[in-house]
Structure formats: structure tokens, C-alpha cells
């Protein structure tokens, strides 16, 4: 034994052996951390998703919601959890980490009305799987929770501005569906207007003088009653001041609405925001005044090499146009301030640098998602930034798509929008998606009640 001795006394690798020893519990931990961290943004993510159905279901003006008013008792509201469903599938995946596409996704939903009250619950689990975690012999972790709204019995109210920001520019003239799309290509593909033959979008073109380009892809669309993207965010804004006009309190919402202008312009600062209708509690005059938003006008193909969408500028304008900071809503002196953001996420405008986007044809014109940070000066404010993202639609025969946006930035203009909203109030509407229920659960989410509809849960 004494042989041994001088072995044992020598502790020299014991720092290794201890080392290796540990490192299997060490990376275990770390793997188990990976995990829940997925797990929780998973959840966080599927419980936005759930937010949006539990309202959206008993939003005013929704099937339900109409439903709820012919009843005669207390019941189960069965459309209105077809609608819930509908909205949590369309939200769900909208800017996820990862993918729940293949995975096991459990949903139940009731809706019912009991004592004038209306209960819409939304519950959800999947078994989302391990990484690091399978080593323990844990492959799936279960995801699961609850949204619950409610709408009637007693409300307190919420004085809220909202500022509209209405993205109007061409991109918007895309049609609202893919069948619209289809449409308005067949209809011009004998456009006397040599550059919109076989179009997807309605360009709007007018004449320097202020005269309606009656060749132009816009005055095709509407002679064939082809809807465009704007023409139902206009409806949906429209119905929105419906949603308001049933508000607890003499002027607990007020409005005023802003486009990216009339006109594109070819000078220099190039980039501007329209005021369509100041701040007022006047509901009606709110909505006579979206009626006349209209596409962006150009004067011709190539007009400001076709850079008309600047976010920089318009998210810097309508700043400088909310005079306070953004309040607790508690009462009509200290009101919560939103912006109220509709767009499709594609800046396209003429500046110096282009970070995270893509130079094309003239050398100042940069194609880019939204930067977050120009979202962040307002938020630092107390303003909330709500984001009603109208998906922007690939066309797969336009070089523009496969060269500079695709490759590079696509994926990034959902996940940018979300970035720029206040935590929980982005929705992504895509164009089989019901945008006048979605723009009614974001309101009511931003305004915190709405006739007595909120969250519970």
C-alpha cells in the first residue's frame, strides 16, 4: 500500500477530474435554463394570441357581438367562438420565436352570456419540445393558460386620445385579397399605361394640374369594383368610431387622424404626415373625415424613383403633434395618449443610410423594415404605440421582391412592427383575416374598456 501513497497524496489533476465532474450538472442547468426560457417566450407569445381572441370574440360589431344583442337570455354564443378561434390561429404565429406550426396545439373557447354579462374564455396548451432537456429524459414541456374578457355589468372608463396613423401609400393599393389581386392583374393586362400592364398594385396617377389619369391602374380597379387594401382599413376605421360611440363618459375618446399625404412629393424634405381631422370627441365628424382618405397620388412612374414611404418622418411628425405625454387615463385631465399605427411594415424611402434594408436602383433609395427605435421615443413618453399590421404580400413576379426584400429583410418586417408596439397591442391582420374584428380588439386593448369590454384574466 505504501506504493500508493505518493499517488494519492498528489492532488495536481484534481482540478480536472473536479472540473469534468462538475461540468455535466453545470451544462444540464444552463440546458434546463435554454429551455424555460423558450417555454415562457412561448407562452407569453400564445397568451397575446389568447388576449386578442377573448376580445376580439365580443368586440362591438363582430358576429357576436351582434348576437349578444338579438338574445333574449342567458345562453352560449357559439359564432362568437368560431370568431375566437379564428382570431387565435391568425395571431398566433405572428412574430413566434419558433414555429407552432406542427406542433399539438390544444384550444377550447366558450363565450356565453349569463345575468347581462357576456364571458368569453379562451384556454390553451401544447407540448412544446425539450433541447437540452432530453438528455434528463424530459422531452416536451407543457405551455398552457387562460384569457378571459368580459363585456356588460359595470366599467370604469378610460379617457383616452388616439392618433390615427394611416399608412396610404401605394404599396396600399395592393388588393385585399388574393383574389383581388388576380383581378386587378387580368384587368390591366391591356392598361394603356405602359408600366402598370399585368399590375398588382393600383397605382394612383394624377396629373400635375390635379386631374385624374383616367389610364391609370386606380380608375382600372375601381370601374372593376376591386377592393384595395386602404379601401378596407378606411371601413375598418370607419366601424371604429362605431366601437367608440358607445363610450361610458361624455368624451372618453377622442380622435384625430393623419395620413403619409395626398400627394407624393418630389422635392425636398420629399416626406410629410396629412392631418385628415384634428383631435375631437365629435365621433361623426371623425368618420366623415376617414370616408375621404384616398391613395397616395403620384404623377407618373418613377416619381421620387418610387421612394414614398418614409417611417422616419412619419413616426417623428406625429410625436411632435401629441402636445402631452401620455397619462393614466383616470380622468379627462390626465388621458392616456396612443398612436394608433395601420400599415403594411415596408418603408421605401430616400435617405442616407439603410440599416437592415436594401439599396435598389438610385443610390439613395433604401427599402427597409420599421426601426423599433423610432417607436421608443414615443413609448419613453408614456405613449402607447398600437400596431394593426396589414401583412405584406409577397409577389413572387416582381424583382423588387426576389432581389432586395425577400433575401434580406422579409422576416423582419412582422417582428419590427411587434418590436414597435406597446407589449400586447400588435395584431397582424392577413387578408383571409377579419381586420374590422382585429381593429376593434386593439382598440379595446389600448383604451382598456370599451362599453364594459376588458380583460380579466
Known amino acids: 500500500m505504501r506504493v500508493f501513497r505518493p499517488f494519492l497524496k498528489d492532488r495536481r ?15 444540464g442547468a444552463a440546458g434546463i435554463a435554454v429551455d424555460y426560457s423558450n417555454e415562457s417566450e412561448m407562452h407569453t407569445e400564445l397568451m397575446e394570441a389568447a388576449d386578442a381572441a377573448a376580445l376580439g370574440a365580443i368586440a362591438p360589431d363582430t358576429a357576436g357581438y351582434k348576437a349578444v344583442q338579438a338574445m333574449t337570455g342567458d345562453g352560449e354564443i357559439t359564432v362568437a367562438e368560431v370568431d375566437a378561434r379564428d382570431m387565435f390561429m391568425a395571431q398566433r404565429s405572428s412574430g413566434l420565436s419558433q414555429s407552432l406550426s406542427d406542433l399539438p396545439l390544444n384550444v377550447t373557447i366558450k363565450v356565453a352570456k349569463a345575468s347581462g354579462v357576456v364571458t368569453s374564455t379562451v384556454n390553451f396548451s401544447v407540448d412544446a419540445p425539450t433541447t437540452f432537456m432530453k438528455v434528463l429524459g424530459v422531452d416536451t414541456m407543457t405551455v398552457a393558460g387562460t ?37 386587378l392583374v387580368k384587368a390591366t393586362a391591356n392598361s394603356p399605361d405602359a408600366a402598370g400592364r399585368n399590375c398588382a398594385f393600383a397605382c394612383h396617377m394624377v396629373w400635375g394640374s390635379g386631374v385624374e389619369n383616367t389610364d391609370s ?47 407624393a412629393s418630389e422635392t425636398a424634405p420629399y416626406y410629410s404626415i396629412s392631418r385628415i381631422a384634428s383631435l375631437t370627441g365629435d365621433l361623426s365628424t371623425m368618420r366623415n373625415a376617414i370616408g375621404q382618405i384616398s391613395l397616395m397620388t403620384t404623377q407618373h412612374h418613377q416619381f421620387n424613383e418610387d421612394a414614398l414611404t418614409s417611417f422616419d418622418t412619419a413616426l417623428t411628425s406625429i410625436g411632435k403633434e401629441i402636445k402631452t405625454d401620455g397619462g393614466t387615463g383616470a380622468s379627462t385631465g390626465d388621458r392616456q ?31 427597409q423594415p420599421i426601426d423599433p427605435k423610432l417607436c421608443s421615443a414615443l413609448k419613453d413618453r408614456g405613449i402607447k404605440v398600437a400596431v394593426l399590421y396589414t401583412t ?5 413576379t416582381d424583382p ?3 432581389q432586395a426584400i425577400n433575401p434580406v429583410f422579409a422576416k423582419n418586417i412582422g417582428p419590427n412592427l411587434k418590436a414597435c408596439a406597446t407589449e400586447g397591442l ?32
Open 13 to 27: 489533476g484534481n482540478f480536472g477530474v473536479m472540473t469534468a465532474i462538475l461540468m455535466v450538472p453545470l451544462l
Open 147 to 183: 384569457a378571459t374578457a368580459t363585456s356588460g355589468g359595470m366599467s370604469s372608463a378610460s379617457y383616452t386620445d388616439f392618433y390615427l396613423l394611416l399608412d396610404n401609400t401605394p404599396s396600399m393599393g395592393i388588393g385585399a385579397t388574393q383574389a383581388d389581386i388576380d383581378a
Open 217 to 263: 391602374d386606380y380608375i382600372i380597379a375601381r370601374a372593376n369594383d376591386i377592393t384595395l387594401r386602404i379601401d378596407v382599413v378606411t371601413d375598418a376605421v370607419k366601424g371604429l368610431m362605431d366601437d367608440a360611440a358607445e363610450e361610458t363618459q361624455p368624451n372618453q375618446y377622442r380622435f384625430a387622424a393623419y395620413t403619409f399625404g395626398a400627394a
Open 337 to 367: 395618449e396612443v398612436v394608433f399605427f395601420v400599415t403594411d411594415g415596408m418603408g421605401d424611402s430616400r435617405k442616407d443610410s439603410c440599416t437592415g434594408g436594401s439599396w435598389w436602383s438610385n443610390p439613395d433609395r433604401c427599402l
Open 392 to 396: 405584406y404580400l409577397p409577389i413572387p
Open 400 to 402: 423588387i421582391w426576389n
Open 426 to 457: 400588435f395584431f397582424e391582420v392577413k387578408p383571409t383575416d377579419d381586420m374590422a374584428a382585429s381593429m376593434s380588439a386593439l382598440f379595446s386593448k389600448a383604451a382598456s374598456a370599451t362599453s364594459g369590454l376588458r380583460l380579466t384574466n
